[in-house]
């Protein structure tokens, strides 16, 4: 009895100890099926290259192409080392997401303090910043995508990246938007060029993505300035320094009118660019139609004439004025404001004469205001009087890519740009929908309404899958791939 009792005892307790068959996982083979490339994207994937440099146009599809390829490359592969670098970790963070989300099913591991992904293959892929580029020296890698590169500093590949592709014979996938001939040129230039076989390069504009709307982009031509239009959609790598305004000629129409007379069926904006010594005072007025119809040019002139001057062209043509308030600009903005309400009416009442506004630079509104500009003598939107100085100084007006890759406006040096400036703030403020022209019920091309575009209704798709498990066929753990 006693033995018996042993014997249940040591089958109970055996039954802990053993796993059953049923709780026993055979080795695995798990089914990845990535995206359907269009023709654009397919003709990169297809590529044996070593380093392939890709040019594109905004929404092309270059990010979701490079997701595709660099996990299709840590699938395939066995404890491979993939690194994602970009610009900031604001941008890595958005490959970082699409990839942890489509490709849940085969990570072992995610960190999003790391931005770090682990494959069931034993691969893995990291997110970078290139700000800290020096961080990333050490590393051995496989397979790098260096995004958005026109922003990467040429240095975090030639001295720590590079490098780490030596001794794995690792590749790279350089993809982002033209931004001047820098180092992402450079190299775009080497992948067309037969003397280095191991590189191969891609120019693909935003009409070759077949999902985006032809019209979104025609609508894009008409309201970006050309060359804003050249690098963005068309993916053009523009030259370092060059010209702003095309077609001058086109909008000069005949001398100004020094008689030029009132006319209260016009609404009148004028812009003004004050300075004192070393530059030039500029007024330029101009009615709804958008023609310049007065203009003034001052040097060495106390700031008092110049505030009564503005002020007694502004209550002449009952002018709207837009002025520039940056540094001293701004005392004289809220000077102007008072002799704006110094006007009598018969009867001896002071009264409103004028309304005027300030208009404060940066970098990034000055670029603003100028392609503004650009757009209305590339359209054809404004007239102007032959000014021998102010076309001259629209002819030299130019811009520069500044070391990070901005586009900045400004005159050659020793030259001005007063007058270019003047014109831009008349014409940014005679675009604005003001005046009795606002109110007007008469349908005439005068009257200018914004309207809201409809939006395309969202469409749900899948960008990359993985489906359900299925029995193995060989002993341990492989990945199927059904991609392109």
Same mark, same amino acid.
């Given at each position: 009895m006693f033995v018996a009792l042993l014997y249940a005892l040591f089958i109970f307790l055996c039954s802990f100890a053993l796993p059953s068959k049923q709780t026993i996982k055979a080795p695995l083979k798990q089914k990845v099926r990535l995206y359907r490339p269009h023709k654009g994207q397919l003709r990169i994937h297809n590529s044996k290259a070593r380093f392939r440099v890709v040019a594109c146009g905004r929404r092309f599809g270059k990010t979701l192409m490079a997701c595709n390829e660099i996990v299709k490359f840590a699938l395939e592969h066995r404890n491979a080392t993939c690194a994602w670098v970009a610009p900031s970790y604001r941008q890595s963070k958005i490959a970082y997401r699409l990839i942890r989300r489509a490709m849940r099913e085969v990570i072992t591991y995610k960190s999003d303090s790391e931005l770090r992904i682990e494959f069931k293959s034993g691969s893995s892929i990291t997110f970078y910043s290139s700000d800290n580029y020096d961080a990333l020296r050490g590393n051995g890698f496989h397979f790098i995508v260096l995004d958005e590169c026109a922003d990467i500093n040429e240095l975090a590949w030639t001295e720590v990246l590079q490098p780490t592709l030596a001794d794995t014979n690792g590749k790279a996938l350089f993809i982002g938007t033209p931004k001047g001939r820098n180092f992402f040129f450079r190299l775009f230039a080497r992948g067309e060029d037969e003397a280095y076989p191991d590189w191969e390069s891609?120019?693909?504009?935003?009409?070759?993505?077949?999902?985006?709307?032809?019209?979104?982009?025609?609508?894009?031509?008409?309201?970006?300035?050309?060359?804003?239009?050249?690098?963005?959609?068309?993916?053009?790598?523009?030259?370092?320094?060059?010209?702003?305004?095309?077609?001058?000629?086109?909008?000069?129409?005949?001398?100004?009118? *020094?008689?030029?007379?009132?006319?209260?069926?016009?609404?009148?904006?004028?812009?003004?660019?004050?300075?004192?010594?070393?530059?030039?005072?500029?007024?330029?007025?101009?009615?709804?139609a958008r023609r310049v119809v007065a203009w003034t040019r001052i040097n060495e002139l106390d700031?008092?004439?110049?505030?009564?001057?503005?002020?007694?062209?502004?209550?002449?043509?009952?002018?709207?004025?837009?002025?520039?308030?940056?540094?001293?600009?701004? *005392?004289?903005?809220?000077?102007?404001?008072?002799?704006?309400?110094?006007?009598?009416?018969? #009867?001896?009442?002071?009264?409103?004469?004028?309304?005027?506004?300030?208009?404060?630079?940066?970098?990034?509104?000055?670029?603003?205001?100028?392609?503004?500009?650009?757009?209305?003598?590339?359209?054809?939107?404004?007239?102007?009087?032959?000014?021998?100085?102010?076309?001259?100084?629209?002819?030299?007006?130019?811009?520069?890519?500044?070391?990070?890759?901005?586009?900045?406006?400004? #005159?050659?040096?020793?030259?001005?740009?007063?007058?270019?400036?003047?014109?831009?703030?008349?014409?940014?403020?005679?675009?604005?929908?003001?005046?009795?022209?606002?109110?007007?019920?008469?349908?005439?091309?005068?009257?200018?309404?914004?309207?809201?575009t409809e939006l395309p209704e969202n469409k749900q798709y899948q960008i990359m899958e993985v489906e359900k498990w299925e029995e193995p066929e060989d002993e341990g753990y492989t990945i199927e791939m059904e991609a392109y």
């Open positions: 891609f120019h693909a504009a935003t009409a070759d993505n077949p999902y985006i709307r032809r019209e979104n982009i025609e609508a894009a031509r008409r309201e970006l300035p050309e060359d804003t239009f050249a690098q963005e959609y068309l993916a053009v790598f523009l030259e370092e320094s060059a010209g702003v305004f095309k077609g001058i000629d086109a909008i000069i129409k005949g001398l100004l009118n *020094p008689d030029y007379k009132y006319d209260p069926k016009q609404a009148y904006s004028l812009g003004w660019d004050p300075a004192k010594y070393n530059d030039f005072s500029v007024i330029t007025l101009m009615d709804a700031y008092t004439v110049q505030l009564k001057l503005v002020a007694e062209i502004a209550n002449k043509f009952h002018a709207h004025v837009l002025m520039d308030m940056t540094g001293v600009g701004d *005392p004289l903005l809220e000077q102007l404001k008072q002799l704006g309400y110094k006007t009598e009416d018969d #009867a001896g009442n002071k009264v409103p004469g004028f309304h005027a506004d300030g208009y404060l630079f940066t970098n990034a509104s000055k670029q603003e205001l100028v392609q503004g500009l650009q757009l209305g003598v590339q359209h054809r939107d404004l007239e102007i009087p032959d000014i021998p100085v102010l076309v001259n100084e629209m002819r030299i007006f130019q811009y520069e890519l500044s070391p990070s890759r901005k586009i900045i406006y400004s #005159a050659p040096k020793g030259y001005h740009d007063d007058c270019v400036i003047s014109l831009a703030l008349a014409y940014e403020d005679a675009k604005q929908p003001r005046g009795p022209l606002v109110w007007s019920v008469d349908e005439t091309k005068d009257v200018r309404t914004l309207e809201m």
